[in-house]
């Protein structure tokens, strides 16, 4: 899907939104996910593999900090690890300097001898690869199995459009992000748990609340530059239109 989408944008110059959003209904829990999922009848077989809780060093029982640090599964602990390792290689290395370059300034990138398409279609297939790894993580840990629909994902990945945006398009802060939003999902069941009297439909609409509060507050153009938003963002490079 990330290969299409960068052939789309990138090769025949489409609109970004229209192409992410076409692929996304073509793909996703209404399109040829449910097809496979209700041909293969995922549906009604059990979870073969999953991704269960580690107890590392066997702190796991530690008060407060133990279930957050030590009680983890294997995907949370390399979600760590890749956050860092992404944000070191777009703050500190030569090729992550040029797609900062790419994003802020096609034209100059060009002129400076960097491939601006060839780095487009990389980063894009490798962002690509790590949606799917995200997907695959509610499969494989979160809700262990295949359900038909958008049940299984819940809409998360609208989220994480806005918490790129929420973070500054900085990884390290995306990281944190996604822990804010993960927390706001998971106040209905933990406020429920301990008998607290609240609508559950308001707590549940929360994070989708804050995704768009996050997306207004950004639609300015104002707000895009203070944001730190790239340049060149959505925008098709074309040489000869330097």
Not at 149 to 169: C, K, M, P
Request: proline share 4%; aromatic share 10%; hydrophobic share 55%.
């Amino acid at each position: 899907m990330a290969a299409i989408h960068a052939f789309l944008v990138i090769t025949l110059r489409a609109n970004q939104i229209v192409s992410g959003l076409a692929l996304t209904i073509f793909a996703g829990g209404l399109g040829l996910s449910a097809y496979v999922g209700t041909e293969l009848g995922l549906a009604d077989l059990p979870a073969t593999h999953q991704f269960g809780d580690l107890d590392v060093l066997g702190l796991g029982d530690l008060p407060v900090v133990g279930p957050i640090l030590f009680d983890q599964s294997a995907l949370v602990y390399v979600s760590w690890g890749l956050t860092l390792l992404v944000a070191l290689y777009l703050g500190r290395t030569r090729w992550g300097l040029n797609v900062r370059a790419v994003g802020e300034a096609p034209a100059s990138a060009d002129a400076m001898g960097i491939n601006v398409t060839l780095y487009r279609y990389v980063h894009v297939l490798v962002g690509g690869a790590f949606a799917g790894v995200a997907g695959a993580c509610y499969s494989l840990s979160i809700t262990a199995g295949w359900t038909s629909g958008d049940t299984l994902v819940s809409g998360a990945g609208w989220i994480a459009i806005a918490l790129v945006i929420f973070a500054f398009w900085r990884a390290e802060l995306c990281l944190v992000g996604a822990y804010l939003f993960g927390a706001l999902s998971a106040l209905p069941f933990a406020l429920q748990a301990r008998e607290v009297n609240v609508t559950p439909e308001f707590l549940y609409a929360l994070p989708y609340v804050m995704t768009i509060a996050v997306l207004v507050i950004v639609s300015t153009g104002l707000s895009k530059r203070r944001l730190g938003a790239p340049a060149a963002l959505g925008v098709p490079y074309v040489r000869e239109e330097r």
